[in-house]
């Protein structure tokens, strides 16, 4: 498609269990982000794709977050042992130039 | 360090009013951007505008206008004959080139019809 998708929209998950949040960028964007968006305040970054090589992971919160992109195109996020403060917006944005262009989010609620 | 400030958390005017939401940014680098994204209900952020440090022309696009001031480091946004579609919350964003943007608390628009 013509923007940056994310899948799931909304996921629900029991507090321990483990989740995957999938984003897939622009077609030919190189460098690819995710951001993690709690309720009323500002994304913040988590880490950072140049092609299938991670070079920035300084944000993500704990050993417990873990992302990929294997092929340098479809990036999973993937958040092992949820706890309840892991609820919130969790977005991707690939660049082109200087401007991020975000998908749609995935809303992660931890019971 | 990099840090954006966006003073007012919610404003709400009456459709037609025209209406500024203000930002305000710090940074050390000479090299730097600035974006406004729009966050509407359904949740996608949709990029605005894209200004870099050497360019201080202002900008108009429609019923949209940013005033962009290195000496008050600030970069504004101002709504001309607000329409309830102009609801959402109105991040602005700083890139200093770097590995990330930094984003402020965003801005909670709501046009009252």
């Known amino acids: 498609g013509a923007g940056v998708s994310q899948s799931p929209r909304y996921k629900v998950a029991k507090r321990g269990q483990d989740v995957a949040l999938r984003c897939d960028p622009i077609?030919?964007?190189?460098?690819l982000f995710w951001y993690q968006q709690a309720l009323g305040q500002g994304p913040e970054f988590l880490t950072y794709f140049q092609n299938e090589a991670q070079l920035d992971k300084s944000g993500l919160p704990s050993d417990r977050f873990f992302a990929e992109r294997p092929e340098g195109s479809v990036s999973t996020l993937k958040i092992q042992r949820t706890q309840q403060e892991d609820s919130a917006v969790y977005l991707c944005?690939?660049?082109?130039?200087?401007?991020?262009?975000f998908g749609p989010g995935t809303r992660l609620l931890v019971l | 360090a990099q840090k954006v400030t966006q003073a007012q958390t919610e404003i709400s005017v009456v459709e037609k009013e025209d209406v500024t939401l203000d930002c305000v940014y710090e940074?050390?680098?000479?090299?730097?951007?600035l974006f406004w994204y729009k966050q509407p209900p359904s949740g996608e952020l949709v990029f605005l505008i894209r200004?870099?440090?050497?360019?201080?022309q202002n900008e108009i696009s429609g019923r949209y206008s940013w005033n962009f001031q290195k000496s008050t480091s600030s970069f504004n946004f101002t709504i001309t004959a607000s329409q309830v579609v102009d609801s959402a919350v109105y991040f602005c964003a700083l890139w200093n080139t770097g590995n990330q943007f930094y984003f402020g608390t965003g801005t909670s628009l709501t046009v009252i019809p």
């Open positions: 940074t050390r680098d000479t090299t730097y951007y």
């Open positions: 944005a690939s660049r082109r130039s200087e401007t991020q262009y």
């Open positions: 077609s030919g964007h190189v460098s």
């Open positions: 200004r870099n440090s050497f360019d201080e």
